[in-house]
């Protein structure tokens, strides 16, 4: 009679012989373990039954290679994106705890444990997983076209099929030398709100059809990996890289080309050793990253500083984490004036990173990561919910009170319900809604208007003051500000960067978009003012406020107060 098939693939991976046979016999009737007695051992399985496994299991304190370098050796691989890791170990230390999610274990479990318990958590862990691989494969089946896994408007190749594509080639050939092409179009949400959906994906289908034409003519694959996004695996072929440098570079390239709409393309060269598409894709994106906002670069080549930058951000998000929890993130705040009397009338909150080490660390060092990675929500709600409780505060106290504005960045609408959360830290302080004021920018308005837009449809209907910040930097429509519901616009301090009597044209524009503005009942802010000409200047054009180092720089919350208490504010 034959073994009766496991339903299940796992890896332990543990020093101690006791440990793995009570594993597996705890196990025995769902899954069928692989064993490794050391890091290193572990490495080199799931170099090899990487898409065989179902889960992993893994000891954190063993000789050689610890399991905090099995899950730094996952992670790099991007294996933990799709296998779980379950810690299972007598070490309980609060911060190898937090380290090992860090890495991205799914579970910790620590001995002695009740075999229940482990039991169910490993197996609840892995039929989630396997339910969320079999939701992909039938989504995948959905999309058949002739006998290969394809994406039905492109014609090429969805993601998985891609990716195992080229997994087997690198597993059979190697392929040093070869390169992994990331590509999508610039500006492409704002390409669609403008030219219309279906307009948008004729364009996907002729960037497809392009790349397509590529690996006809010199092998390899191209993958749809959702939205704009595209890869190719290809040979490094002279003839394929001149092609590609001509369709980054040449206008006429493409039908569908817009000024400010064209396909950009980050590209790396496989070295010597290279064994996961995923992260060969990864640094092709990383070179693709670096010029999304450079409108006079459309092709960059992927450089070991992108690498480094990443790993920067990682341990910058560690420390950012860990100041979160010990609170020291907090807010300063720039008043805005009145142009025409000099009085304070609102602020605008700014985060603040008081390093419990470095002291106060400049935005710049460490906002951008944030802005990257995402995690500038993390951040933001702590301002939020920081503002709204000095806002009651104050009241409590009987002191002046005037509105303050918070940033809501894109990462916010995209990861939170940013007016259900407003709406209950307001309600929970017992507030006003005319003294929270929200900031959005344009970049991200531009960036994504329709799901943007949405959201400021939604703060304006709730009782907010919206404001459009960094008004000048992007590639707003003007149009569009007469069916956004904005209360005031913020003008970047670029118009106001040079010396008004030399450039009379920027002073045409700048006048322009007050005017228009009063036409529709918005209010200007000009931010970053530094001079008194620049004041003068404002009054004459009748901007409504100003912000910037000739009024006061950003400031700690208590000097704010005594500020906007004096008579002459």
Request: charged share 30%; hydrophobic share 40%; proline share 3%.
């Amino acid at each position: 009679m034959s073994e009766k098939r496991k339903r299940y693939k796992g890896l332990i991976v543990d020093d101690a012989m006791m440990n793995r046979e009570m594993l597996k016999e705890i196990l025995k009737d769902d899954i069928l373990f692989i064993e490794a007695t050391t890091g290193e051992d572990a490495k080199e399985i799931l170099m090899e039954h990487f898409q065989e496994l179902d889960i992993v299991l893994l000891d954190l304190v063993m000789p050689g290679m610890s399991g905090f370098d099995v899950l730094e050796f996952m992670r790099s691989k991007h294996m933990t994106d799709y296998l779980p890791v379950m810690i299972i170990s007598v070490d309980d230390m609060e911060n190898n705890i937090e380290r090992a999610f860090d890495l991205g274990a799914i579970d910790f479990i620590t001995r002695p444990f009740s075999e229940r318990t482990v039991k169910r958590r490993v197996l609840t862990t892995v039929s989630l997983f396997a339910k969320q691989k079999q939701v992909v494969t039938e989504i995948d089946q959905d999309y058949l076209v002739g006998d290969k896994r394809a994406d039905r408007l492109t014609g090429v190749d969805l993601k998985k099929t891609f990716y195992n594509n080229v997994h087997s080639r690198l597993k059979q050939m190697g392929e040093v030398g070869a390169i992994m092409v990331a590509a999508d179009i610039a500006n492409f949400k704002l390409y669609n709100n403008y030219y219309g959906w279906e307009k948008g994906d004729i364009y996907l289908q002729e960037l497809a059809k392009k790349l397509k034409e590529l690996v006809q003519r010199h092998g390899g694959y191209v993958g749809y990996m959702g939205g704009d996004d595209f890869a190719m695996f290809a040979p490094n072929a002279p003839a394929l890289m001149l092609q590609l440098h001509t369709m980054a570079e040449e206008e006429g390239y493409f039908e569908n080309f817009q000024p400010g709409f064209h396909p950009k393309f980050g590209i790396y060269v496989l070295g010597a050793e290279e064994d996961s598409a995923h992260a060969l894709y990864d640094r092709a994106k990383m070179a693709l990253a670096s010029i999304k906002a450079d409108y006079t670069l459309n092709l960059k080549m992927y450089e070991e500083e992108m690498s480094q930058r990443v790993e920067d951000d990682f341990q910058l998000l560690v420390d950012i984490r860990r100041g979160e929890s010990n609170q020291e993130f907090e807010f300063f705040l720039q008043p805005k004036y009145d142009v025409a009397t000099g009085q304070v009338v609102a602020s605008e909150a700014l985060v603040r990173w008081i390093h419990k080490d470095k002291g106060l660390v400049v935005p710049g060092a460490f906002l951008p990561a944030l802005e990257r990675t995402g995690f500038i929500s993390n951040v933001d709600v702590i301002v939020w919910e920081e503002v709204c409780r000095w806002q009651r505060q104050c009241m409590d106290a009987g002191r002046s009170v005037l509105p303050i504005s918070v940033n809501v960045s894109k990462a916010d609408i995209f990861m939170l319900d940013v007016t259900a959360t407003l709406d209950e830290m307001i309600d929970r302080y017992q507030l006003t809604r005319d003294l929270i004021q929200i900031e959005v920018s344009e970049t991200a308005y531009t960036e994504d208007p329709e799901r943007v837009g949405r959201e400021i449809q939604r703060l304006h209907n709730g009782g907010y003051t919206v404001l459009l910040d960094d008004f000048g930097k992007g590639s707003f429509n003007l149009v569009s500000l007469k069916y956004l519901p904005i209360n005031e616009l913020k003008l970047d301090m670029r118009f106001l960067s040079v010396e008004f009597e030399e450039i009379e044209q920027d002073l045409s524009i700048l006048e322009f978009v007050i005017n228009m503005a009063k036409k529709l009942n918005i209010k200007t802010v000009a931010e970053g003012v530094e001079t008194k000409e620049q004041v003068e200047v404002l009054k004459k054009l009748g901007c409504d406020m100003a912000q910037g180092y000739i009024y006061q720089r950003p400031m700690p919350a208590k000097v704010y107060a005594a500020l906007i208490a004096s008579k002459t504010k």
